[in-house]
């Protein structure tokens, strides 16, 4: 027979085996230093002006999002919905644009390693 003894995320579990008395103890990491999290975003990010730009940083740009370097004299993130359409229409034309950038060098490709004849496969000639 076997007892167990234990706790739900507690420090010590305690087993009863064949006569024997088996004791394990849940070790804990060592306390690291606190870095941040990335160097790239949050109120210690790079800025566009870096150490210069510490007044001129809009309060909406906290750093939360890719790219924020604190500047934006346009004002075209101030309103959160349409920051938030931006970004979306923004990551379209980025995925199109890859598309394009797949199709400019596919018939090159293709022609030069298959052997398959295009026409003008040129992109910058289209």
Not at 29 to 37: E, I, L, S
Not at 68 to 83: H, I, Q, R, V
Request: overall charge negative; glycine content about 10%; some cysteine.
């Amino acid at each position: 027979m076997s007892a167990i003894a234990s706790s739900f995320m507690g420090a010590s579990v305690a087993a009863v085996s064949n006569g024997t008395r088996t004791e394990m103890r849940r070790t804990k990491a060592a306390a690291r230093p606190q870095v941040p999290d990335s160097m790239w975003y949050g109120p210690d990010r790079a800025k566009w002006l870096g150490p210069y730009s510490e007044g001129a940083t809009p309060s909406y740009l906290t750093g939360e999002f890719p790219g924020d370097y604190g500047w934006d004299t346009a004002g075209l993130s101030a309103d959160p919905e349409t920051f938030k359409a931006y970004r979306e229409t923004e990551l379209i034309h980025a995925r199109w644009a890859m598309l394009g950038a797949l199709g400019c060098v596919t018939p090159e490709l293709l022609e030069k390693f298959s052997g398959n004849t295009f026409g003008e496969a040129v992109w910058f000639k289209a």
